[in-house]
């Protein structure tokens, strides 16, 4: 029988953002780096459109392993029409995605809370809605 594994990943909706807190402080054993990918990926896939805020305040060790699994949950995501970012990285999480340089490949929001960064991400997603409907208005 195969052992279960626990949640990694709590999301909650807060329109039109989903947060996801990931709840594993240590992300450097193989077994719950797969287990977290394989659960990102069940959520990611058949939401299409989705918003997703990754909050990583309660992270404090992370591998290279995680750091694929999350392109392959960004690659889901931006497949479905979705943006994802990530926040609440420590100083020490956030040096390791500086030394691998995926600090270029993910829209990470430094130095920032959950609630501070889905205001942000809220923001971001109403400046794009009313950029879209003025170039609409400014092509008819």
């Excluded at 807060?14 to 193989?30: E, F, R």
């Excluded at 995605?97 to 130095?111: A, H, L, M, N, V």
């Amino acid at each position: 029988m195969a052992e279960e594994q626990p949640q990694l990943i709590a999301f909650r909706e807060d329109a039109p953002i989903t947060v996801g807190s990931i709840q594993s402080s240590s992300m450097l054993d193989g077994r719950i780096v797969e287990a977290f990918g394989k659960q990102a990926l069940a959520f990611v896939k058949p939401r299409k459109g989705l918003n997703l805020l990754l909050d990583f305040a309660g992270v404090d060790y992370l591998s290279s392993a995680a750091l694929t699994e999350l392109i392959k949950t960004n690659d889901a995501v931006v497949a479905g029409g979705g943006a994802m970012r990530l926040c609440g990285l420590t100083p020490q999480i956030q040096k390791v995605f500086e030394i691998t340089r995926f600090d270029k490949s993910f829209d990470i929001q430094p130095g920032e809370n959950a609630a501070r960064a889905v205001a942000r991400f809220k923001r971001s997603i109403a400046l794009a809605i009313e950029q879209e409907a003025w170039e609409k208005r400014a092509g008819s």
